[in-house]
Protein backbone atom coordinates (compact mmCIF):
# COMPACT_ATOMS: atom_id res chain seq x y z
CA UNK A 1 0.00 0.00 0.00
CA UNK A 2 1.17 3.53 -1.03
CA UNK A 3 2.59 5.80 1.88
CA UNK A 4 -0.24 8.11 3.24
CA UNK A 5 0.03 12.21 3.66
CA UNK A 6 0.07 12.48 7.37
CA UNK A 7 -2.57 15.05 8.36
CA UNK A 8 -0.03 18.22 8.56
CA UNK A 9 0.86 17.50 4.90
CA UNK A 10 -2.80 17.42 4.20
CA UNK A 11 -3.42 20.68 5.32
CA UNK A 12 -0.64 21.39 3.74
CA UNK A 13 -1.94 20.81 0.56
CA UNK A 14 -5.51 22.38 1.47
CA UNK A 15 -3.66 25.76 1.99
CA UNK A 16 -2.01 25.43 -1.36
CA UNK A 17 -3.98 27.95 -2.98
CA UNK A 18 -3.35 30.33 -5.99
CA UNK A 19 -3.05 33.17 -3.73
CA UNK A 20 -0.84 31.17 -1.06
CA UNK A 21 1.31 28.89 -2.85
CA UNK A 22 2.87 26.15 -0.50
CA UNK A 23 6.26 26.00 -1.66
CA UNK A 24 10.00 26.94 0.07
CA UNK A 25 12.11 28.40 -2.29
CA UNK A 26 15.90 29.02 -2.26
CA UNK A 27 18.11 31.43 -4.72
CA UNK A 28 21.55 29.96 -4.86
CA UNK A 29 24.30 31.97 -7.23
CA UNK A 30 27.41 29.55 -8.42
CA UNK A 31 30.77 30.54 -9.48
CA UNK A 32 31.26 28.73 -12.94
CA UNK A 33 35.03 28.65 -13.07
CA UNK A 34 37.16 28.28 -15.68
CA UNK A 35 35.87 25.00 -16.70
CA UNK A 36 32.15 26.24 -16.71
CA UNK A 37 29.02 25.01 -15.89
CA UNK A 38 25.88 24.47 -18.08
CA UNK A 39 22.31 22.15 -18.38
CA UNK A 40 23.70 19.12 -19.14
CA UNK A 41 26.29 19.12 -16.20
CA UNK A 42 22.73 20.09 -13.72
CA UNK A 43 20.69 17.55 -15.16
CA UNK A 44 23.43 14.56 -14.80
CA UNK A 45 24.80 15.86 -10.99
CA UNK A 46 20.35 15.69 -10.57
CA UNK A 47 20.01 12.43 -12.09
CA UNK A 48 22.38 10.72 -9.92
CA UNK A 49 21.41 12.39 -6.30
CA UNK A 50 17.45 12.33 -6.74
CA UNK A 51 17.77 8.42 -5.88
CA UNK A 52 18.54 9.79 -1.98
CA UNK A 53 15.19 11.95 -2.44
CA UNK A 54 12.88 9.85 -3.59
CA UNK A 55 9.59 11.89 -2.62
CA UNK A 56 10.74 14.05 -5.82
CA UNK A 57 9.62 11.44 -8.37
CA UNK A 58 6.50 11.12 -6.49
CA UNK A 59 3.05 12.59 -7.10
CA UNK A 60 0.14 12.74 -4.52
CA UNK A 61 -2.97 10.53 -5.72
CA UNK A 62 -6.35 11.61 -3.95
CA UNK A 63 -9.15 9.28 -2.73
CA UNK A 64 -12.15 8.94 -4.56
CA UNK A 65 -14.73 10.76 -2.74
CA UNK A 66 -11.84 12.11 -0.26
CA UNK A 67 -13.09 9.08 2.41
CA UNK A 68 -9.22 9.42 3.43
CA UNK A 69 -6.02 11.26 2.83
CA UNK A 70 -4.37 11.09 -0.37
CA UNK A 71 -1.32 8.52 -0.73
CA UNK A 72 2.50 9.11 -2.42
CA UNK A 73 2.76 7.30 -5.72
CA UNK A 74 5.59 7.00 -7.96
CA UNK A 75 5.44 8.90 -11.34
CA UNK A 76 5.36 6.47 -14.17
CA UNK A 77 6.12 9.23 -16.23
CA UNK A 78 8.72 11.21 -14.70
CA UNK A 79 10.45 13.81 -17.01
CA UNK A 80 13.72 14.89 -15.08
CA UNK A 81 13.70 17.66 -17.90
CA UNK A 82 10.15 18.96 -17.10
CA UNK A 83 10.97 19.86 -13.43
CA UNK A 84 14.81 21.06 -14.24
CA UNK A 85 14.44 24.44 -16.82
CA UNK A 86 16.64 26.34 -18.31
CA UNK A 87 16.43 29.96 -18.78
CA UNK A 88 18.93 33.38 -18.88
CA UNK A 89 19.44 36.78 -18.07
CA UNK A 90 20.28 39.56 -20.51
CA UNK A 91 24.12 39.03 -20.22
CA UNK A 92 25.26 40.87 -17.88
CA UNK A 93 22.79 40.12 -15.78
CA UNK A 94 22.61 41.73 -12.55
CA UNK A 95 21.35 40.76 -9.23
CA UNK A 96 18.11 42.80 -9.44
CA UNK A 97 17.32 41.34 -12.51
CA UNK A 98 17.74 37.71 -10.43
CA UNK A 99 15.81 39.06 -7.72
CA UNK A 100 12.80 39.86 -10.30
CA UNK A 101 13.25 36.80 -12.04
CA UNK A 102 13.36 34.64 -8.73
CA UNK A 103 10.25 36.54 -7.76
CA UNK A 104 7.90 35.58 -10.45
CA UNK A 105 9.04 31.89 -10.69
CA UNK A 106 8.19 31.62 -7.14
CA UNK A 107 4.47 33.11 -6.76
CA UNK A 108 3.35 30.04 -9.81
CA UNK A 109 1.81 27.06 -7.62
CA UNK A 110 3.32 23.69 -8.79
CA UNK A 111 1.84 21.41 -10.99
CA UNK A 112 -0.71 19.03 -8.60
CA UNK A 113 -0.68 16.69 -11.17
CA UNK A 114 3.49 15.73 -11.05
CA UNK A 115 5.98 15.50 -9.06
CA UNK A 116 5.76 18.40 -6.98
CA UNK A 117 9.48 20.26 -7.40
CA UNK A 118 11.49 22.22 -9.87
CA UNK A 119 14.34 24.10 -10.54
CA UNK A 120 15.56 26.55 -12.63
CA UNK A 121 19.47 27.46 -14.11
CA UNK A 122 19.71 30.83 -14.81
CA UNK A 123 22.60 32.11 -17.32
CA UNK A 124 24.35 35.32 -17.82
CA UNK A 125 25.23 36.55 -14.66
CA UNK A 126 27.66 39.16 -13.97
CA UNK A 127 31.08 37.76 -13.11
CA UNK A 128 30.71 34.28 -14.72
CA UNK A 129 28.28 33.13 -12.17
CA UNK A 130 24.98 31.34 -12.76
CA UNK A 131 21.88 30.46 -10.24
CA UNK A 132 19.62 27.94 -9.38
CA UNK A 133 16.25 29.15 -8.05
CA UNK A 134 14.76 25.91 -6.34
CA UNK A 135 11.06 25.43 -5.32
CA UNK A 136 9.98 22.50 -3.48
CA UNK A 137 6.39 21.79 -1.70
CA UNK A 138 6.58 21.37 1.94
CA UNK A 139 5.05 18.23 1.85
CA UNK A 140 8.17 16.74 0.31
CA UNK A 141 10.32 17.84 3.01
CA UNK A 142 9.25 15.83 6.72
CA UNK A 143 13.04 15.59 7.80
CA UNK A 144 12.51 12.01 8.29
CA UNK A 145 12.93 10.36 5.00
CA UNK A 146 13.19 12.95 3.39
CA UNK A 147 15.24 15.94 3.01
CA UNK A 148 15.30 19.16 0.33
CA UNK A 149 16.92 18.23 -2.36
CA UNK A 150 19.46 20.90 -2.33
CA UNK A 151 21.19 19.35 0.69
CA UNK A 152 22.39 16.15 -2.08
CA UNK A 153 23.68 18.48 -4.20
CA UNK A 154 26.62 20.09 -3.13
CA UNK A 155 29.88 18.72 -1.61
CA UNK A 156 33.00 19.88 0.22
CA UNK A 157 35.26 20.18 -2.68
CA UNK A 158 35.03 21.15 -6.42
CA UNK A 159 36.46 17.14 -7.46
CA UNK A 160 33.42 15.02 -6.64
CA UNK A 161 33.68 11.41 -6.65
CA UNK A 162 30.03 10.77 -7.25
CA UNK A 163 29.01 13.18 -10.29
CA UNK A 164 29.21 11.20 -13.08
CA UNK A 165 29.89 12.70 -17.06
CA UNK A 166 27.38 13.65 -19.52
CA UNK A 167 28.12 10.05 -21.09
CA UNK A 168 28.30 7.88 -17.96
CA UNK A 169 25.81 5.24 -17.69
CA UNK A 170 23.09 6.05 -14.71
CA UNK A 171 21.14 3.43 -12.49
CA UNK A 172 17.91 3.05 -14.20
CA UNK A 173 14.59 3.34 -11.93
CA UNK A 174 11.85 1.06 -12.33
CA UNK A 175 8.89 2.79 -10.73
CA UNK A 176 5.94 1.23 -8.76
CA UNK A 177 2.89 0.78 -10.73
CA UNK A 178 0.29 3.09 -9.52
CA UNK A 179 -2.63 1.93 -7.53
CA UNK A 180 -6.06 2.45 -9.70
CA UNK A 181 -8.44 4.73 -8.40
CA UNK A 182 -10.74 1.46 -6.84
CA UNK A 183 -7.41 0.04 -5.13
CA UNK A 184 -7.17 3.36 -3.70
CA UNK A 185 -10.59 3.24 -1.76
CA UNK A 186 -10.78 0.03 -1.00
CA UNK A 187 -6.94 0.11 0.86
CA UNK A 188 -8.21 3.21 3.10
CA UNK A 189 -11.44 1.67 3.90
CA UNK A 190 -9.91 -1.43 4.83
CA UNK A 191 -7.41 0.68 7.05
CA UNK A 192 -10.22 2.70 8.56
CA UNK A 193 -11.63 -0.89 9.69
CA UNK A 194 -8.52 -2.19 10.74
CA UNK A 195 -7.33 0.55 13.16
CA UNK A 196 -10.23 3.36 14.70
CA UNK A 197 -7.18 5.89 15.36
CA UNK A 198 -6.18 5.47 11.70
CA UNK A 199 -10.06 5.95 10.42
CA UNK A 200 -10.49 9.15 12.88
CA UNK A 201 -6.65 10.45 11.21
CA UNK A 202 -8.37 9.89 7.76
CA UNK A 203 -11.32 11.91 8.21
CA UNK A 204 -9.44 14.77 9.61
CA UNK A 205 -7.56 14.59 6.40
CA UNK A 206 -11.12 14.37 4.31
CA UNK A 207 -12.22 17.45 6.23
CA UNK A 208 -8.56 19.57 5.81
CA UNK A 209 -9.41 18.51 2.14
CA UNK A 210 -12.81 19.80 1.84
CA UNK A 211 -11.90 22.84 3.82
CA UNK A 212 -8.89 23.11 1.31
CA UNK A 213 -11.36 23.38 -1.48
CA UNK A 214 -13.41 26.03 0.30
CA UNK A 215 -10.39 28.50 0.53
CA UNK A 216 -9.64 27.99 -3.40
CA UNK A 217 -13.06 28.40 -4.22
CA UNK A 218 -13.27 31.53 -2.07
CA UNK A 219 -10.33 33.06 -3.50
CA UNK A 220 -11.15 32.25 -7.12
CA UNK A 221 -15.15 33.45 -6.65
CA UNK A 222 -14.75 36.26 -4.21
CA UNK A 223 -17.40 38.02 -2.65
CA UNK A 224 -19.61 35.29 -0.14
CA UNK A 225 -18.15 32.84 -1.17
CA UNK A 226 -14.58 34.59 -0.38
CA UNK A 227 -15.34 35.18 2.67
CA UNK A 228 -16.45 31.59 3.56
CA UNK A 229 -13.29 30.71 2.17
CA UNK A 230 -11.39 33.00 4.44
CA UNK A 231 -13.61 31.19 7.43
CA UNK A 232 -12.66 27.87 5.74
CA UNK A 233 -8.38 28.98 6.20
CA UNK A 234 -8.96 30.39 9.98
CA UNK A 235 -10.17 26.86 10.68
CA UNK A 236 -7.70 25.49 9.05
CA UNK A 237 -4.84 27.39 10.78
CA UNK A 238 -6.37 27.46 13.69
CA UNK A 239 -6.44 31.22 14.46
CA UNK A 240 -8.54 34.43 13.68
CA UNK A 241 -6.55 36.96 11.37
CA UNK A 242 -5.29 39.90 13.56
CA UNK A 243 -7.11 43.41 12.00
CA UNK A 244 -4.37 46.00 13.46
CA UNK A 245 -1.39 44.46 12.11
CA UNK A 246 1.00 46.48 9.29
CA UNK A 247 1.55 43.50 8.39
CA UNK A 248 -1.95 41.40 7.70
CA UNK A 249 -3.94 42.25 4.68
CA UNK A 250 -4.96 40.22 1.53
CA UNK A 251 -2.77 38.26 -0.55
CA UNK A 252 -2.36 38.79 -3.85
CA UNK A 253 -1.12 36.08 -6.64
CA UNK A 254 2.06 38.16 -7.33
CA UNK A 255 5.19 38.63 -5.05
CA UNK A 256 8.54 40.81 -4.89
CA UNK A 257 12.01 39.51 -3.76
CA UNK A 258 14.78 41.50 -2.10
CA UNK A 259 17.96 40.44 -0.62
CA UNK A 260 20.38 41.42 2.02
CA UNK A 261 24.27 40.24 2.65
CA UNK A 262 25.78 40.70 6.10
CA UNK A 263 29.31 40.10 6.96
CA UNK A 264 29.65 37.36 10.11
CA UNK A 265 32.06 39.30 11.16
CA UNK A 266 29.89 42.12 11.98
CA UNK A 267 27.26 39.89 13.99
CA UNK A 268 30.28 38.24 15.91
CA UNK A 269 31.41 41.47 16.89
CA UNK A 270 28.50 42.54 18.55
CA UNK A 271 27.84 39.54 19.91
CA UNK A 272 30.98 39.47 21.55
CA UNK A 273 30.65 43.20 22.94
CA UNK A 274 27.22 42.95 24.30
CA UNK A 275 27.37 38.84 24.94
CA UNK A 276 23.99 37.50 23.58
CA UNK A 277 24.33 35.08 20.43
CA UNK A 278 24.16 35.96 16.92
CA UNK A 279 20.05 34.66 16.24
CA UNK A 280 19.43 37.72 18.79
CA UNK A 281 21.79 40.31 17.18
CA UNK A 282 19.86 39.16 14.04
CA UNK A 283 16.12 39.22 15.29
CA UNK A 284 17.43 42.65 16.87
CA UNK A 285 18.85 43.20 13.41
CA UNK A 286 15.63 42.75 12.02
CA UNK A 287 13.42 44.30 14.66
CA UNK A 288 15.26 47.76 13.58
CA UNK A 289 14.90 47.40 10.61
CA UNK A 290 10.99 46.71 10.37
CA UNK A 291 10.64 50.17 12.90
CA UNK A 292 12.45 51.86 10.38
CA UNK A 293 10.76 50.73 7.32
CA UNK A 294 7.11 51.38 9.05
CA UNK A 295 8.02 54.81 9.92
CA UNK A 296 8.88 55.53 6.15
CA UNK A 297 5.38 54.40 5.72
CA UNK A 298 4.15 56.51 8.45
CA UNK A 299 2.99 54.15 10.34
CA UNK A 300 2.24 54.89 14.03
CA UNK A 301 5.00 53.62 16.23
CA UNK A 302 4.83 54.18 20.31
CA UNK A 303 7.57 53.46 22.56
CA UNK A 304 5.41 50.39 23.39
CA UNK A 305 4.46 49.03 20.15
CA UNK A 306 6.01 45.59 18.69
CA UNK A 307 5.78 42.86 16.81
CA UNK A 308 5.25 39.14 17.15
CA UNK A 309 7.30 36.79 15.08
CA UNK A 310 7.19 33.21 14.85
CA UNK A 311 10.63 31.90 15.12
CA UNK A 312 11.14 28.19 14.04
CA UNK A 313 13.97 26.46 16.82
CA UNK A 314 15.64 23.58 16.72
CA UNK A 315 15.05 21.54 20.14
CA UNK A 316 15.82 18.03 21.47
CA UNK A 317 12.58 17.18 22.68
CA UNK A 318 9.90 14.34 22.27
CA UNK A 319 7.48 17.31 20.55
CA UNK A 320 7.64 19.19 17.69
CA UNK A 321 8.56 18.01 14.12
CA UNK A 322 11.43 15.03 13.89
CA UNK A 323 13.91 15.12 11.99
CA UNK A 324 17.01 12.84 10.61
CA UNK A 325 18.90 15.68 11.57
CA UNK A 326 19.59 15.12 15.44
CA UNK A 327 17.05 17.33 16.81
CA UNK A 328 13.00 19.02 16.10
CA UNK A 329 11.99 21.51 15.38
CA UNK A 330 9.42 23.73 17.46
CA UNK A 331 7.65 26.84 17.15
CA UNK A 332 8.65 29.87 19.47
CA UNK A 333 6.84 32.96 19.68
CA UNK A 334 9.71 35.96 19.92
CA UNK A 335 8.14 39.87 20.18
CA UNK A 336 10.34 42.41 18.51
CA UNK A 337 10.16 45.45 20.03
CA UNK A 338 9.94 47.75 17.27
CA UNK A 339 8.97 50.64 19.83
CA UNK A 340 12.49 50.64 21.28
CA UNK A 341 14.08 53.57 19.43
CA UNK A 342 17.58 52.45 20.82
CA UNK A 343 19.28 49.79 19.06
CA UNK A 344 21.33 48.56 22.49
CA UNK A 345 18.04 48.29 24.32
CA UNK A 346 15.99 46.77 21.27
CA UNK A 347 19.13 43.88 21.60
CA UNK A 348 18.93 43.47 25.17
CA UNK A 349 14.88 42.77 25.00
CA UNK A 350 15.17 40.44 22.08
CA UNK A 351 18.33 38.58 24.01
CA UNK A 352 16.14 38.58 27.21
CA UNK A 353 12.78 36.80 25.74
CA UNK A 354 14.95 34.28 23.94
CA UNK A 355 16.31 33.30 27.19
CA UNK A 356 14.04 31.25 28.43
CA UNK A 357 14.86 28.83 25.52
CA UNK A 358 18.16 29.00 25.68
CA UNK A 359 18.04 28.17 29.80
CA UNK A 360 15.20 25.28 28.84
CA UNK A 361 18.04 22.95 28.19
CA UNK A 362 16.05 21.58 24.57
CA UNK A 363 17.94 24.30 22.25
CA UNK A 364 20.76 23.41 20.05
CA UNK A 365 23.49 24.45 19.71
CA UNK A 366 24.40 27.10 16.17
CA UNK A 367 27.70 24.92 15.34
CA UNK A 368 25.78 21.41 15.71
CA UNK A 369 23.10 22.53 13.09
CA UNK A 370 26.44 23.91 11.22
CA UNK A 371 28.29 20.83 10.83
CA UNK A 372 25.30 18.27 9.51
CA UNK A 373 26.66 16.94 6.09
CA UNK A 374 25.69 18.60 2.72
CA UNK A 375 23.95 21.70 2.55
CA UNK A 376 20.85 21.14 5.57
CA UNK A 377 19.95 25.12 5.73
CA UNK A 378 17.50 24.39 2.68
CA UNK A 379 15.92 21.50 4.86
CA UNK A 380 15.42 23.47 7.99
CA UNK A 381 14.03 26.21 6.15
CA UNK A 382 11.43 23.69 4.81
CA UNK A 383 10.69 22.24 8.44
CA UNK A 384 10.95 25.88 9.74
CA UNK A 385 7.88 26.58 7.78
CA UNK A 386 6.28 23.35 8.26
CA UNK A 387 6.05 23.70 11.70
CA UNK A 388 4.61 27.79 11.40
CA UNK A 389 1.91 26.09 9.72
CA UNK A 390 0.63 23.57 12.08
CA UNK A 391 -3.22 23.50 12.64
CA UNK A 392 -3.49 24.90 16.00
CA UNK A 393 -1.08 28.11 16.68
CA UNK A 394 -1.27 31.56 17.95
CA UNK A 395 -1.30 34.71 15.70
CA UNK A 396 1.46 36.30 15.00
CA UNK A 397 2.43 38.78 12.05
CA UNK A 398 5.80 37.38 10.14
CA UNK A 399 7.33 34.24 10.14
CA UNK A 400 11.82 34.18 10.28
CA UNK A 401 13.43 31.35 10.20
CA UNK A 402 17.41 31.46 11.03
CA UNK A 403 19.62 28.54 10.05
CA UNK A 404 23.29 27.95 10.71
CA UNK A 405 24.98 26.74 7.75
CA UNK A 406 28.78 25.61 7.08
CA UNK A 407 31.43 28.35 6.81
CA UNK A 408 33.35 26.70 4.42
CA UNK A 409 32.89 26.89 0.26
CA UNK A 410 30.97 23.83 -1.00
CA UNK A 411 29.89 23.13 -4.59
CA UNK A 412 28.06 21.93 -7.31
CA UNK A 413 29.77 19.81 -9.88
CA UNK A 414 32.88 21.98 -9.74
CA UNK A 415 30.96 25.22 -9.23
CA UNK A 416 31.17 27.09 -5.76
CA UNK A 417 28.18 28.13 -3.81
CA UNK A 418 28.92 31.88 -3.85
CA UNK A 419 25.50 33.06 -2.00
CA UNK A 420 21.89 31.28 -0.71
CA UNK A 421 18.97 33.29 0.02
CA UNK A 422 16.41 31.40 1.37
CA UNK A 423 12.31 32.25 -0.12
CA UNK A 424 9.71 31.54 2.25
CA UNK A 425 5.98 31.13 1.46
CA UNK A 426 3.30 33.57 2.40
CA UNK A 427 0.42 32.17 4.59
CA UNK A 428 -3.19 33.79 4.33
CA UNK A 429 -3.50 37.26 5.24
CA UNK A 430 0.74 37.93 5.88
CA UNK A 431 2.23 39.79 3.39
CA UNK A 432 5.84 39.32 4.58
CA UNK A 433 8.25 36.27 5.26
CA UNK A 434 12.16 37.11 6.19
CA UNK A 435 14.72 33.72 6.08
CA UNK A 436 18.07 33.77 6.90
CA UNK A 437 21.13 31.67 6.39
CA UNK A 438 25.14 31.90 7.08
CA UNK A 439 27.68 30.49 5.02
CA UNK A 440 31.12 30.84 4.22
CA UNK A 441 31.72 33.72 6.87
CA UNK A 442 28.65 35.34 5.42
CA UNK A 443 24.73 35.92 6.36
CA UNK A 444 22.13 35.92 3.58
CA UNK A 445 18.38 37.55 4.19
CA UNK A 446 15.53 36.42 1.45
CA UNK A 447 12.87 38.63 1.91
CA UNK A 448 9.60 37.59 0.38
CA UNK A 449 6.56 39.82 0.51
CA UNK A 450 3.13 40.33 -1.43
CA UNK A 451 3.68 42.49 -4.50
CA UNK A 452 0.95 44.59 -4.41
CA UNK A 453 0.86 45.23 -0.50
CA UNK A 454 4.58 46.40 -0.30
CA UNK A 455 5.15 48.13 -2.90
CA UNK A 456 8.97 49.18 -1.32
CA UNK A 457 10.20 46.12 -0.29
CA UNK A 458 14.02 47.48 -1.20
CA UNK A 459 13.63 50.20 1.33
CA UNK A 460 12.69 47.86 3.75
CA UNK A 461 16.27 46.26 2.78
CA UNK A 462 18.08 49.34 3.33
CA UNK A 463 16.96 50.01 6.76
CA UNK A 464 18.16 46.37 7.87
CA UNK A 465 21.60 47.15 6.70
CA UNK A 466 20.97 50.57 8.33
CA UNK A 467 19.76 48.67 11.62
CA UNK A 468 23.43 46.71 11.51
CA UNK A 469 25.23 49.83 11.33
CA UNK A 470 23.14 51.17 14.62
CA UNK A 471 24.55 47.79 16.10
CA UNK A 472 27.83 48.11 15.15
CA UNK A 473 27.95 51.99 16.54
CA UNK A 474 26.86 50.54 20.33
CA UNK A 475 30.29 48.46 19.74
CA UNK A 476 34.38 49.28 20.51
CA UNK A 477 33.50 52.03 17.75
CA UNK A 478 31.21 54.15 19.88
CA UNK A 479 34.92 54.86 21.54
CA UNK A 480 35.84 56.64 18.40
CA UNK A 481 32.63 57.70 16.85
CA UNK A 482 29.95 59.17 18.46
CA UNK A 483 26.54 58.20 18.02
CA UNK A 484 23.87 60.24 16.92
CA UNK A 485 21.18 60.10 19.00
CA UNK A 486 18.78 59.71 16.24
CA UNK A 487 19.21 57.15 13.22
CA UNK A 488 21.33 59.74 10.91
CA UNK A 489 21.84 58.47 7.10
CA UNK A 490 25.43 57.41 6.11
CA UNK A 491 26.59 60.46 5.23
CA UNK A 492 26.11 62.29 8.87
CA UNK A 493 27.75 58.97 10.21
CA UNK A 494 30.72 59.80 8.15
CA UNK A 495 30.81 63.38 8.61
CA UNK A 496 30.60 62.97 12.67
CA UNK A 497 33.44 60.48 12.44
CA UNK A 498 35.84 62.61 10.65
CA UNK A 499 35.02 65.37 13.64
CA UNK A 500 35.66 62.60 15.63
CA UNK A 501 38.87 62.16 14.28
CA UNK A 502 39.86 65.96 13.82
CA UNK A 503 38.88 66.34 17.64
CA UNK A 504 41.15 63.53 18.73
CA UNK A 505 43.89 65.22 16.52
CA UNK A 506 43.41 68.16 17.92
CA UNK A 507 43.69 66.94 21.93
CA UNK A 508 46.52 65.07 20.88
CA UNK A 509 48.52 67.80 19.74
CA UNK A 510 47.17 70.15 22.84
CA UNK A 511 49.04 67.58 24.95
CA UNK A 512 52.12 67.35 23.08
CA UNK A 513 52.18 71.58 23.17
CA UNK A 514 51.71 71.33 27.36
CA UNK A 515 54.32 68.85 27.47
CA UNK A 516 56.94 70.93 25.95
CA UNK A 517 55.92 73.44 28.01
CA UNK A 518 56.76 71.80 31.37
CA UNK A 519 60.03 70.43 30.03
CA UNK A 520 60.94 73.91 29.24
CA UNK A 521 59.69 75.85 32.89
CA UNK A 522 61.51 72.47 34.36
CA UNK A 523 65.09 73.13 32.66
CA UNK A 524 64.66 77.07 33.45
CA UNK A 525 64.22 75.94 36.56
CA UNK A 526 67.53 74.14 36.75
CA UNK A 527 69.35 76.83 35.61
CA UNK A 528 68.41 79.53 37.63
CA UNK A 529 69.03 76.79 40.75
CA UNK A 530 72.32 75.63 39.63
CA UNK A 531 73.21 79.54 39.17
CA UNK A 532 75.06 81.29 42.29
CA UNK A 533 73.14 84.42 44.36
CA UNK A 534 75.24 87.89 43.90
CA UNK A 535 75.79 88.80 47.71
CA UNK A 536 74.82 92.59 48.71
CA UNK A 537 77.37 95.14 49.22
CA UNK A 538 76.88 95.36 52.89
CA UNK A 539 77.63 92.16 53.40
CA UNK A 540 80.62 91.58 50.93
CA UNK A 541 83.68 91.83 53.61
CA UNK A 542 81.70 89.62 56.18
CA UNK A 543 81.59 87.31 53.64
CA UNK A 544 85.35 87.43 52.22
CA UNK A 545 86.52 86.95 55.92
CA UNK A 546 83.67 83.90 56.24
CA UNK A 547 85.30 82.67 52.69
CA UNK A 548 89.31 83.47 54.69
CA UNK A 549 88.42 81.03 57.79
CA UNK A 550 86.81 78.69 55.53
CA UNK A 551 90.24 77.79 53.47
CA UNK A 552 92.01 77.50 56.52
CA UNK A 553 92.11 73.66 58.14
CA UNK A 554 89.37 73.41 60.43
CA UNK A 555 89.78 71.14 64.13
CA UNK A 556 86.11 69.00 63.98
CA UNK A 557 83.85 68.95 67.00
CA UNK A 558 80.79 67.41 68.04
CA UNK A 559 79.19 70.77 68.79
CA UNK A 560 80.37 72.25 65.03
CA UNK A 561 78.57 69.19 63.43
CA UNK A 562 75.17 69.91 65.38
CA UNK A 563 75.46 73.59 64.65
CA UNK A 564 75.82 72.91 60.64
CA UNK A 565 72.22 71.22 60.27
CA UNK A 566 70.31 73.62 62.32
CA UNK A 567 71.84 76.42 60.28
CA UNK A 568 71.36 74.60 57.44
CA UNK A 569 67.41 74.03 58.38
CA UNK A 570 67.07 77.68 59.11
CA UNK A 571 67.70 78.54 55.36
CA UNK A 572 64.97 77.74 52.95
CA UNK A 573 65.60 77.01 49.82
CA UNK A 574 64.63 79.17 46.92
CA UNK A 575 61.58 77.85 44.59
CA UNK A 576 64.59 77.58 41.56
CA UNK A 577 66.49 75.15 43.76
CA UNK A 578 63.61 73.29 44.99
CA UNK A 579 61.91 72.48 41.50
CA UNK A 580 66.20 71.54 40.65
CA UNK A 581 66.26 68.93 43.62
CA UNK A 582 63.21 67.44 42.47
CA UNK A 583 62.46 67.24 38.85
CA UNK A 584 59.69 65.12 37.31
CA UNK A 585 60.13 61.28 36.72
CA UNK A 586 60.40 61.27 33.27
CA UNK A 587 63.53 64.25 33.49
CA UNK A 588 65.55 62.54 35.52
CA UNK A 589 68.07 60.88 32.67
CA UNK A 590 68.07 64.37 31.10
CA UNK A 591 69.94 65.94 33.95
Not at 326 to 354: F, I
Amino acid sequence: MPQRLTPLEVSLLALDTAHTPGHVGTVDIFDAGDDGFDYERLIALIRERIAFVPRYRQRVRDIPARLAGPVWADDENFDLTFHVRRSALPRPGSLAQLREFAGRVLARRLDRSRPLGEMYLVEGLEDNRFALVAKSHLCLVDGIDNVEIGQVLLDATAHSHAVAGPGAEVASWDPTPEPSSLELLAGALLESAQDPALALQNLRGALASALGVAVAVGEAVGGISGAFGELAADALLGQRRSADSPLAGVVSEQRRFATVVAPLSDLRAVRQEHHHTINDVILAMISGGLRSWLLTRGESIRSGSSLTALVPMSVIEENGEPTSLGSQVAPHLQSLPTGEPNPLMRLHQVAYDTQAHKDSGRAVAARSLADIAGFAPATLHALGVRTSTEVVRRQHDLVITNVPGPQLPLFAAGARLVASYPVLPLAASHLLAIGVTSYDGEVFLGLNADRDAIRDLDVLAQCLRDALEELLDTTVRATTVRQPTRKAPAAARRAAAKKAAARQDAARKATAQKRAAVRNLVSRAAELGNRPAEPPAAESSTKSTNATKSSRPRQSSGKSRQLAPQKSARKKPSPAKAVAEEPPAHEGPNR
